[in-house]
């Protein structure tokens, strides 16, 4: 089983900058589809970010495209998610997840197997 570590959420400002990392138990993190989601209190949990273990491959949500960017260094077993112009509606528990490649990075959370416990990012007024 992979096991998933995210890190750096704490409070931001709004229009400030934010990089979150997730760190992966095993090497053989190169051969998934790495996502980010996100859940803010009482809501569903949404898709954010992917990429393919090329790291050439990404798609976004349309509410975060051009403000975040995901990327991964398979040498460090870690996948990133870079986050700029946050605003409070940025505010939510950001989770890591890994699943099976597909043609097409998926976009739905029952498509990723393993999960990390979150992080929290909260953006201020």
């Known amino acids: 089983q992979v096991q998933l570590v995210e890190s750096g959420g704490r409070l931001v400002q709004a229009g400030g900058s934010l990089r979150l990392s997730c760190v992966a138990s095993r090497s053989t993190i190169y051969s998934y589809d790495m996502g980010w989601f996100r859940q803010a209190a009482g809501k569903e949990r949404e898709f954010v970010a992917g990429v393919k273990g090329n790291n050439i491959n990404r798609e976004y949500s349309d509410s975060v495209k051009g403000r975040f960017t995901i990327s991964r260094d398979n040498g460090k077993n870690t996948v990133y998610l870079q986050m700029n112009s946050l605003n409070p509606e940025d505010t939510a528990v950001y989770y890591c997840?890994?699943?099976?490649?597909?043609?097409?990075?998926?976009?739905?959370?029952?498509?990723?197997?393993?999960w990390g416990q979150g992080t929290q990012v909260t953006v201020s007024s």
């Open positions: 997840a890994a699943g099976n490649p597909r043609i097409r990075i998926g976009t739905k959370s029952d498509l990723f197997t393993y």
